[in-house]
DNA sequence: CTGAAAGCGCTTACAG
DNA sequence: CTGAAAGCGCTTACAG
């Protein structure tokens, strides 16, 4: 009950061989002789031994701990993407250590603590770096991976989706809708998220000859897109379609829309997201939005990282993943090619090139 | 940029003291004069020089690190959780080790590794804990803390929400409104939430004379919920009212209710969900549910680690943190008391004693 | 207030 | 195949 754990010498003294032996016996078994593994493996089992990884990650400097600092759990995006992350470090053997920032925030205060603990590599999601601690980071010569974030002028590996792609596929079907007046709904005005998407689909509306475009922030959250849907439609001369910089200010727009103004979803206004949430496809919503790759995004993330980790001189990349449009109801876009690919699933959304 | 980490000694070098004082600078300023402290945090600023917390950790054998399992990240009642728990544990000046398991996965292949990792204490939230996994964890003697869930005939710390007196309530009001035909859609048949809300449940129906509820799994995903609410509602004698040991479930259940069945919710299908999860409060579902009160639960959680981690003989506890019925209107329940508190926030749902 | 020394529990050349 | 020894980077009595 108030046992000690055991030491690698407590079963040295038990199996009747040196330390360094039972050492061998938990990191290369060939090097160590059938009779005496099983000898080892007796001792080991009997006092409960395991060997401390704390101990051997400092002999053998590297903790095969992978820091994660997590910026807005809250936003149903995330939950997949930390599950996708934790899964895949997990089947490589590494550890996760999490760290979460309010989003917003910067991780200037998380990361010294992350280095502290001599992590192998870090990803950083949703949150922003200041170039302090960038350099911070390139003088520890620790590996790291932006998820869904990149910044200027940094050599810093980063994974994205296409954002601006994506963006400017929605102008484009929206404009080829006919819709001449458009609501935007931002997020964080200063991250490359919002940044890239807004970019985009100004530039696509304005190539369509639409100069003006309403906007709002809605700071990532569902009662923020709510709000701000409720301004922007309020206005005299209101919107068609609005854009949401991410799904869940999208359901708070629509339902903004459909419960608070009374105006119906698409006929009155359309709607486009962008991440592909689960509750976009749940028939309440049915919302056209732009779906983020996450899988392959959090493989290349990983794989970015893993890299650098063998390598500290691997040169970082920059990494755009296209996303796939989704096609619901939410939005009264152009005209459908008769080829477009119904979903897999047999949902009702569809793929669009 | 290929340079390593600085070490104590190298300080200690650069200030002209020795080693140890570097390291008392670090712990204890008091410790050390005034004159000196400044002298080596100027070499340590110089060097980029942090503590190494594995050394740290080892020699002074409490690591700092609170091990975390998710069960079920997915569910969206859970990332609130997280979130909870790495806010308040990051503010004890604690790291966390997260670990996830596949729901309904036992977690005897990761406690070991968390156990390596010498954490100071473990949180095991949505989670199966063979007996066998219980009695490992007696024996390394970490504290440990179940979250939503609890275990029988093991003296192990638990915080759960009062499943019995919420899903009692469920089945008095819904009684009262004078539904007799019932269905139930559950989680997974072997943890403690889905034994505890249907036991209670099913018992208090049967104190209001009605001895039949149909079930159905729902696996506690929103598609799972779907399935089931179709499969009951698809009898002859259909169930007027659905009670689903979750809200992700219970939004499946409405959304099947409402467009697989077009039926309505709550004239045809009265719909009560458990945990108050953001969605529930969303016009488009304006669930009626079991709030759990989880600021509270993961205070008193991280209260009992704390304490087991201060006095490992303290004994443990078994808590069951009442939760709150919000009434929305998904369901028709028993006639509403007139003193009925509205809710705060403004928002549309009540909460009912 | 400061330093020399022991030691946390391991891994890993180096001999044999 | 096995063992003795050095050392990872710290903390913490113990003297002075």
Redesign the interface.
């Known amino acids: 009950?108030?046992?000690?754990?055991a030491t690698s010498h407590e079963v040295a003294r038990l199996a009747g061989v040196s330390q360094s032996t039972v050492s061998r016996a938990f990191n290369r078994e060939s090097a160590v002789s059938e009779e005496t593994l099983k000898r080892i493996r007796a001792a080991a089992n009997k006092l409960?031994y395991?060997?401390?990884?704390?101990?051997r990650?400092?002999i053998s400097r590297r903790?095969n701990?992978v820091g994660?600092v997590?910026g807005d759990?809250?936003n149903?995006f995330?939950?997949?993407v930390?599950?996708a992350f934790?899964?895949k470090l997990?089947a490589l053997g590494r550890?996760?250590?999490?760290?979460?920032v309010a989003p917003g925030a910067d991780i200037d205060d998380?990361l010294?603590?992350m280095?502290?603990?001599?992590v192998s590599g870090v990803v950083i999601t949703s949150a922003t770096l200041s170039s302090r601690m960038a350099r911070?980071i390139?003088?520890?010569?620790t590996p790291v991976v932006l998820f869904n974030r990149s910044i200027y002028g940094h050599p810093v590996n980063s994974v994205c989706c296409a954002n601006e792609d994506g963006a400017r596929d929605v102008a484009r079907l929206l404009c080829e809708a006919g819709h001449v007046r458009f609501g935007l709904v931002g997020g964080h005005a200063d991250t490359s998220t919002h940044i890239e998407r807004r970019q985009a689909f100004v530039e696509e509306l304005r190539r369509h000859g639409i100069c003006g475009v309403v906007e709002h922030s809605g700071g990532n959250t569902?009662e923020g897109g709510r709000t701000a849907a409720r301004l922007l439609l309020d206005a005299a001369q209101r919107p068609t379609a609005l854009f949401c910089i991410s799904d869940i200010m999208a359901?708070g727009a629509l339902?903004a829309t459909?419960?608070d103004l009374k105006l119906s979803v698409p006929d009155d206004v359309s709607i486009v997201g962008f991440d592909d949430i689960?509750?976009a496809a749940?028939?309440?919503?049915q919302l056209t939005t732009v779906q983020q790759p996450v899988d392959k995004m959090v493989d290349q993330a990983i794989a970015l990282l893993e890299r650098q980790i063998k390598d500290?001189a691997a040169p970082p990349s920059q990494l755009h993943i296209p996303g796939t449009i989704i096609v619901r109801t939410s939005a009264r876009l152009g005209p459908q090619p008769t080829h477009a690919a119904s979903r897999p699933s047999g949902e009702r959304g569809r793929k669009r090139g």
């Open positions: 009950m108030k046992s000690r754990k409960g395991w060997p401390n990884e704390l101990a990650s400092l903790s701990m994660i997590m759990i809250l149903p995330y939950p997949a930390l599950a934790t899964q997990q550890r996760i250590l999490l760290f979460s998380v010294p603590q280095l502290q603990y001599q911070t390139s003088a520890s010569a569902y359901l339902d459909r419960y689960p509750a749940w028939p309440s919503y500290t």
